[in-house]
């Protein structure tokens, strides 16, 4: 068996005396696409933070493919691979799209970057930065300033600010949360035609675009895994129905 793209073992974290996640322990397999469901206060984001080292979890073991990254900051860990949507607020609203997308990709990879060195100066990243948003379907906006973006456009926008980082494993968080019913369907669209050699690992509230999506569905409850198995096994579940759905 390959390695596993992530490893939790016992992961914990603690508020005070407010176990957000307790002793989590799952297994996602490389080009796996996994999604996170569960009730409001489950602990998805925390669990999210442990793994990308936004917050460090106060016990068990994060394995990155064959790298124990527990103990690493969160820099270290998206230049071993891991990638996650940035919150809009870390964007240059008056920059371009496409500057903005440079500047994510010179972030992670600070040898090809000297300061004041004009950014059209990288012919080979401002061609991979333009693929990029081809992907994700914002080519034709990649010289418009940020702050011209419809809220849906800078969702894609954010996808774009994630891939590229070159992640191995992608960790998004609500993608879609506050979409229009049109901008979720596009981005779940742009979502589900991401390379498969990119795990994903998916929070989402949306069922039809978790089930749609996932290969495997995880459900969280008070911090813990309280089931884990195929979009058929989970949402036919009568526990996860009464937690999740509030009925059988
Ligand atoms: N920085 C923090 N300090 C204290 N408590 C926190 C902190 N972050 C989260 N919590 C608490 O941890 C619990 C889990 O929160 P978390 O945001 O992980 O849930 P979630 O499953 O992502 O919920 P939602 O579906 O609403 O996004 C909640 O009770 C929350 O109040
Ligand atoms: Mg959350």
Not at 76 to 84: I, N
Not at 139 to 149: F, K
Not at 208 to 213: F, N
């Amino acid at each position: 068996m390959s390695v596993p793209a992530i490893q939790l073992v016992d992961v914990g974290k603690r508020y005070g005396g407010l176990q957000a996640v307790d002793s989590v322990t799952l297994t996602v397999a490389p080009g796996e696409r996994r999604v996170l469901i569960g009730p409001n206060g489950a602990g998805k984001t925390t669990l999210f933070h442990c793994v990308t080292g936004t917050v460090r979890a106060t016990s068990g073991s994060i394995r990155l493919f064959d790298t124990e990254v527990t103990q690493l900051d969160e820099a270290s860990r998206t230049q071993l691979g891991m990638g996650r949507t940035f919150q809009i607020s870390n964007v240059f609203m008056d920059l371009t799209v496409v500057e903005n997308v440079l500047l994510a990709r010179l972030g992670k990879d600070r040898r090809k970057w000297t300061a004041y060195r004009p950014l059209r100066r990288y012919p080979q990243l401002h061609e991979a930065a333009a693929a990029g948003l081809e992907a994700v379907g914002l080519g034709a906006r990649a010289n418009d300033l940020v702050r011209l973006l419809s809220y849906g456009e800078r969702r894609q926008l954010e996808l774009a600010l994630a891939l590229a980082t070159s992640p191995r494993v992608l960790f998004l968080d609500e993608p879609c949360a506050g979409l229009s019913p049109s901008e979720r369907q596009l981005l779940s669209r742009l979502i589900s035609a991401l390379p498969r050699d990119i795990t994903l690992m998916m929070i989402e509230h949306d069922m039809d675009v978790a089930l749609a999506l996932a290969d495997r569905v995880t459900v969280l409850h008070r911090g813990r895994v309280m089931l884990e198995g195929s979009p058929d096994e989970v949402q036919a579940d009568p526990e996860v129905r009464e937690v999740y759905f509030g009925h059988v």
